[in-house]
Antibody
Framework: EVQLLESGGGLVQPGGSLRLSCAASGFTFSSYAMSWVRQAPGKGLEWVSL????????YYADSVKGRFTISRDNSKNTLYLQMNSLRAEDTAIYYCAKAKGYDSSGYYAEVFDYWGQGTLVTVSS | DIQMTQSPSSLSASVGDRVTITCRAS??????LAWYQQTPGKVPKLLIYAASTLQSGVPSRFSGSGSGTDFTLAISSLQPEDVATYYCQKYNSAPLTFGGGTKVEIK
């Protein structure tokens, strides 16, 4: 059974830093791209970042580029998000999500088939 | 960057009704379009990818269509458990932008 468990959220002051972790189990972690998606209170989903299975490629939303860094440790089956220079508008639930990868017909889909329960990040003084 | 626009932002329909939600991309994305369902208090669930491929385990009353810039999610017969917010997402290239969401309620 695929499980994704986020941790590291909390209250941080504007300008501060936080590192989120996502512990994965139930699948071959290194074979799948992983992503962070956030949801501000009462708002819609916002894609934040994605990293390839090998960690060779990483992509970011413009809203976090230069402030956030995604990384992974395939030996520990863990995904990370280092968040620096945090702003009030970064306040959200942060979800870790697994990319589906190849389906049974060989089609590659960089969509998210498993999600963690999320960790709340609150940026406030 | 390509923008994803959903309409309507909310709708109310009766049990058994056919419901359709539209998603429009500001530029063509071929069929690199997914739909997710988020029921209240829950995490998002993948419904459809490649514009029309049903994810395993998703009821057949859900269907997707479209290509290029215009896409549709249809629920053939609305059920009480379908009360949720539905999001489209493009995945042809980063950024993997979500639409603003469509909230579906029972009348």
């Amino acid at each position: 059974e695929v499980q994704l468990l986020e941790s590291g959220g909390g209250l941080v002051q504007p300008g501060g830093s936080l590192r989120l972790s996502c512990a994965a189990s139930g699948f071959t972690f290194s074979s799948y791209a992983m992503s962070w998606v956030r949801q501000a209170p009462g708002k819609g989903l916002e894609w934040v970042s994605l990293i390839s299975g090998s960690a060779y490629n990483a992509y970011y939303a413009d809203s976090v580029k230069g402030r956030f860094t995604i990384s992974r440790d395939n030996s520990k089956n863990t995904l990370y998000l280092q968040m620096n220079s945090l702003r009030a508008e970064d306040t959200a639930i942060y979800y870790c999500a697994k990319a589906k990868g190849y389906d049974s017909s060989g089609y590659y889909a960089e969509v998210f088939d498993y999600w963690g329960q999320g960790t709340l990040v609150t940026v406030s003084s | 960057d390509i923008q994803m626009t959903q309409s309507p932002s909310s709708l109310s329909a009766s049990v058994g009704d056919r419901v359709t939600i539209t998603c429009r991309a500001s530029q063509g994305i071929s069929n690199y379009l997914a739909w997710y369902q988020q029921t209240p208090g829950k995490v998002p669930k993948l419904l459809i990818y490649a514009a029309s491929t049903l994810q395993s385990g998703v009821p057949s009353r859900f269907s997707g269509s479209g290509s290029g810039t215009d896409f549709t999610l249809a629920i053939s017969s609305l059920q009480p458990e379908d009360v949720a917010t539905y999001y489209c997402q493009k995945y042809n290239s980063a950024p993997l932008t979500f639409g603003g969401g469509t909230k579906v309620e029972i009348k």
